[in-house]
């Protein structure tokens, strides 16, 4: 994280979105929008103390998944990269009653700016990564888990924060009472293997959930039960890491947990069927840990739409080739990195993002991209100026140039992919697509169709 | 050249037995020489192979073979092969019609004459095609020497900075107010339980 604040060739485009992206491979155009951080980055010094003393501190920190409290001007965590603050308008008490500014008054380095306005920015880029992630599945989706029915029940990332030194336990595992747990039980393929939710296996839970058993082994005297369908510990060192919680005294129940009920002393039960032993066992725990999917980020189609890349029909995006091209996509120049592809682990997506680095750097360093010659082409003589064709492209290769009172259509060469579409609408045959014309296509029908029932004659043109 | 006479080659392959165990191979290579302007027509095991491309060469070099079909699999595999091929021996790449004699014969058929007939319409199609086809150009556009990673988790973090390392200016956006993504909410990583940040 620090190298890449720090390296010269980077600039960091933090609370920044990307709003619409044009051009083609070598030389797409991109405009981002950076939000009001309502702070001046180049006059903050990162002191802290504005989020210090922000009367507001009871806001849910998104960071710390709802566990820890922030405050409205806030640095979501102390590594942060960049750390300069931001300021929540929507739950701070400036942006909402208009009074307090408490942050402007005590800011040593005057850089609050309440007027602070989002900024576009227009780049040039010959090439795109879109790295852009995934989301942890929403186990309240699954009434069996009766997620919202205690705070004990908690799912992955929640248990990452509760067990990291910055989050809202200084990294102690505690139930929400603030004492060790005695018992834990974590399930797997929450989200995941189940035609209710997700068919695919998301890969990574059942390594996490081994990590996070464990872990509650190591910082805590609890008991730990894993409800398990199948253990995919394939990844180098993973089958021996497994070998080592099971030796670590955790015990291994293989079966889907079927339930999990809140008893009337706050208690939890969780009710499986274990299939060596072929009967339905239960298990009375303080904390359960639900092992959630990765599935893809709730905006993907939004931002597959941006960049005009494809997704898969589990949502997450489209490779242009399973084996062939992992990173390419079927829009030249656009690459895909990590989880937004498939859900992945660390090792795996650092692996990814560097196939992706590389296929950009390819392109990069190659300095020049050729242009195919077989596309769609208009005869200016012909064309009607009726425009048809331009709402049609769907890579919206066709503009309209004027010319004294009429003009005519023309088509970006570098844009256009030869799909045919505007050659078969244009009314006015002003069309051609080079490589594809009419008579090389009706010369390959005749050919097939000679001497059947259904010949044709021959056509000219 | 759209002006000159075409002189076609028609290169049908076997593909090991995946073409030449079901589909007649020489019966569609003896077909192919009486087609109009089809001045050699050739059967052998893998066109593909450098062998395979060496002769489709040589009878451009040496016959003056202008247009060139091959009787084979998918173009999606070897299209490109055989352009590159004939482009070696002078002859524009788009002069090259392929067409699939095994996905959309010997393949889907187990009946031998019937896929035979089937791959000497394709061929008879492939012929006709090829003798209107012009050559074409390429053309060639700079590159703007800059990426855009987009997404400051572990992947956006990594790509952005291997293509860094390489020399390139790198546009990182991520939509929250820093980067780290997931991967610094995570305490420890599997398998050897090292941080995350």
Same mark, same amino acid.
């Given at each position: 994280?620090?190298?890449?604040?720090?390296?010269?060739?980077?600039?960091?485009?933090?609370?920044?979105?990307?709003? @619409?992206?044009?051009?083609?491979?070598?030389?797409?155009?991109?405009?981002?929008?950076?939000?009001?951080?309502?702070?001046?980055?180049?006059?903050?010094?990162?002191?802290?103390?504005?989020?210090?003393?922000?009367?507001?501190?009871?806001?849910?920190?998104?960071?710390?998944?709802?566990?820890?409290?922030?405050?409205?001007?806030?640095?979501?965590?102390?590594?942060?990269?960049?750390?300069?603050?931001?300021?929540?308008?929507?739950?701070?008490?400036?942006?909402?009653?208009?009074?307090?500014?408490?942050?402007?008054?005590?800011?040593?380095?005057?850089?609050?700016?309440?007027?602070?306005?989002?900024?576009?920015?227009?780049?040039?880029?010959?090439? $795109?990564?879109?790295?852009?992630?995934?989301?942890?599945?929403?186990?309240?989706?699954?009434?069996?888990?009766?997620?919202?029915?205690?705070?004990?029940?908690?799912?992955?990332?929640?248990?990452?924060?509760?067990?990291?030194?910055?989050?809202?336990?200084?990294?102690?595992?505690?139930?929400?009472?603030?004492?060790?747990?005695?018992?834990?039980?974590?399930?797997?393929?929450?989200?995941?293997?189940?035609?209710?939710?997700?068919?695919?296996?998301?890969?990574?839970?059942?390594?996490?959930?081994?990590?996070?058993?464990?872990?509650?082994?190591?910082?805590?005297? *609890?008991?730990?039960?894993?409800?398990?369908?199948?253990?995919?510990?394939?990844?180098?060192?993973?089958? @021996?890491?497994?070998?080592?919680?099971?030796?670590?005294?955790?015990?291994?129940?293989?079966?889907?947990?079927?339930?999990?009920?809140?008893?009337?002393?706050?208690?939890?039960?969780?009710?499986?069927? #274990?299939?060596? %032993?072929?009967?339905?066992?239960?298990?009375?725990?303080?904390?359960?840990?639900?092992?959630? *999917?990765?599935?893809?980020?709730?905006?993907?189609?939004?931002?597959?739409?941006?960049?005009?890349?494809?997704?898969? @029909?589990?949502?997450?995006?489209?490779?242009?080739?399973?084996?062939?091209?992992?990173?390419?996509?079927?829009?030249?120049?656009?690459?895909? *990195?990590?989880?937004?592809?498939?859900?992945?682990?660390?090792?795996?997506?650092?692996?990814?993002? #560097? *196939?992706?680095?590389?296929?950009?750097?390819?392109?990069?360093?190659?300095?020049?991209?050729?242009?195919?010659?077989?596309?769609?082409?208009?005869?200016?003589?012909?064309?009607?100026?009726?425009?048809?064709?331009?709402?049609?492209?769907?890579?919206?290769?066709?503009?309209?140039?004027?010319?004294?009172?009429?003009?005519?259509?023309?088509?970006?060469?570098? %844009?256009?992919?030869?799909?045919?579409?505007?050659?078969?609408?244009?009314?006015?045959?002003?069309?051609?697509?080079?490589?594809?014309?009419?008579?090389?296509?009706?010369?390959?029908?005749?050919?097939?169709?000679?001497?059947?029932?259904?010949?044709?004659?021959? $056509?000219?043109? | 050249?759209?002006?000159?006479?075409? +002189?076609?080659?028609?290169?049908?392959?076997?593909?090991?037995?995946?073409?030449?165990?079901? =589909?007649?191979?020489?019966?569609?290579?003896?077909?192919?020489?009486?087609?109009?302007?089809?001045?050699?027509?050739?059967?052998?095991?893998?066109?593909?192979?450098?062998?395979?491309?060496?002769?489709?060469?040589?009878?451009?070099?040496?016959?003056?073979?202008? +247009?060139?079909? =091959?009787?084979?699999?998918?173009?999606?595999?070897?299209?490109?092969?055989?352009?590159?091929?004939?482009?070696?021996?002078?002859?524009?790449?788009?002069?090259?019609?392929?067409?699939?004699?095994?996905?959309?014969?010997?393949?889907?058929?187990?009946?031998?004459?019937?896929?035979?007939?089937?791959?000497?319409?394709?061929? +008879?199609?492939?012929?006709?095609? =090829?003798?209107?086809?012009?050559?074409?150009?390429? +053309?060639?556009?700079?590159?703007?020497?800059?990426?855009?990673? =987009?997404?400051?988790?572990?992947?956006?973090?990594?790509?952005?900075?291997?293509?860094?390392?390489?020399?390139?200016?790198?546009?990182?956006?991520?939509?929250?107010?820093?980067?780290?993504?997931?991967?610094?909410?995570?305490?420890?990583?599997?398998?050897?339980?090292?941080?995350?940040?």
């Amino acid at each position: 994280m620090m190298d890449a604040g720090r390296h010269p060739n980077i600039e960091l485009l933090t609370y920044s979105e990307v709003e @619409e992206v044009s051009g083609y491979i070598g030389k797409f155009q991109v405009k981002v929008r950076k939000k009001a951080r309502h702070v001046n980055a180049e006059l903050c010094t990162e002191c802290g103390l504005c989020q210090e003393k922000c009367p507001q501190k009871t806001i849910p920190s998104e960071f710390d998944q709802g566990m820890g409290k922030r405050s409205a001007i806030y640095v979501p965590f102390p590594q942060a990269i960049p750390r300069v603050p931001v300021i929540d308008t929507e739950r701070c008490t400036y942006f909402l009653t208009q009074k307090c500014r408490v942050c402007e008054k005590l800011c040593p380095a005057g850089a609050i700016d309440f007027e602070q306005e989002d900024e576009t920015l227009e780049l040039e880029v010959g090439a $795109v990564i879109v790295a852009t992630g995934f989301a942890q599945f929403r186990a309240e989706e699954l009434p069996q888990y009766n997620r919202s029915l205690s705070p004990d029940i908690i799912d992955g990332l929640q248990f990452e924060r509760l067990s990291s030194t910055t989050g809202p336990t200084e990294g102690e595992i505690l139930t929400s009472e603030g004492v060790p747990p005695k018992r834990v039980a974590i399930i797997h393929c929450v989200g995941a293997r189940d035609e209710h939710s997700n068919v695919y296996c998301s890969r990574v839970c059942c390594m996490y959930a081994l990590k996070h058993a464990h872990l509650v082994r190591d910082k805590t005297d *609890a008991e730990v039960y894993e409800f398990y369908m199948d253990i995919r510990a394939s990844g180098k060192g993973y089958e @021996e890491f497994y070998t080592r919680v099971q030796e670590e005294d955790v015990y291994f129940v293989r079966g889907r947990a079927a339930e999990v009920t809140v008893l009337e002393d706050g208690q939890l039960m969780v009710l499986a069927e #274990d299939t060596i %032993l072929g009967k339905p066992v239960s298990a009375k725990v303080d904390m359960v840990v639900l092992g959630s *999917a990765m599935v893809p980020q709730g905006d993907s189609g939004q931002v597959a739409s941006t960049f005009g890349i494809g997704r898969s @029909e589990d949502g997450f995006f489209l490779e242009a080739h399973p084996k062939l091209r992992p990173v390419e996509t079927n829009t030249d120049g656009v690459f895909l *990195a990590g989880a937004c592809q498939s859900p992945r682990d660390v090792p795996d997506t650092v692996a990814h993002a #560097d *196939a992706a680095a590389g296929r950009c750097l390819s392109l990069l360093s190659r300095g020049e991209v050729t242009i195919s010659p077989t596309v769609a082409v208009v005869d200016e003589r012909l064309c009607s100026a009726c425009r048809v064709c331009i709402d049609l492209c769907p890579y919206t290769a066709i503009s309209f140039i004027s010319q004294d009172g009429s003009g005519t259509a023309r088509i970006n060469e570098a %844009l256009c992919k030869g799909c045919g579409t505007c050659v078969a609408a244009c009314p006015a045959a002003a069309i051609k697509a080079r490589h594809f014309t009419d008579g090389q296509i009706y010369a390959e029908i005749v050919g097939l169709l000679h001497g059947s029932e259904h010949e044709v004659a021959e $056509v000219t043109g | 050249m759209s002006e000159e006479t075409p +002189r076609i080659g028609v290169y049908v392959c076997d593909c090991g037995i995946n073409i030449g165990a079901v =589909v007649d191979v020489p019966a569609v290579v003896s077909f192919a020489s009486g087609l109009p302007a089809v001045a050699v027509a050739r059967e052998y095991k893998y066109v593909c192979s450098e062998p395979g491309q060496e002769m489709i060469r040589k009878d451009i070099k040496e016959s003056g073979i202008n +247009r060139v079909v =091959v009787a084979s699999c998918t173009p999606r595999m070897h299209e490109p092969t055989f352009q590159n091929a004939v482009a070696e021996a002078g002859l524009n790449p788009y002069c090259l019609q392929m067409t699939n004699i095994r996905e959309h014969a010997s393949w889907i058929s187990q009946d031998d004459k019937a896929a035979t007939e089937k791959a000497k319409r394709l061929v +008879r199609a492939a012929v006709a095609r =090829v003798a209107l086809h012009e050559p074409l150009e390429s +053309r060639t556009e700079k590159v703007t020497p800059a990426a855009m990673v =987009v997404g400051g988790g572990i992947a956006g973090i990594q790509a952005a900075l291997t293509t860094a390392d390489g020399g390139y200016k790198v546009y990182l956006v991520e939509r929250e107010p820093t980067i780290g993504g997931h991967m610094a909410q995570l305490d420890k990583t599997f398998p050897t339980l090292d941080c995350s940040t």
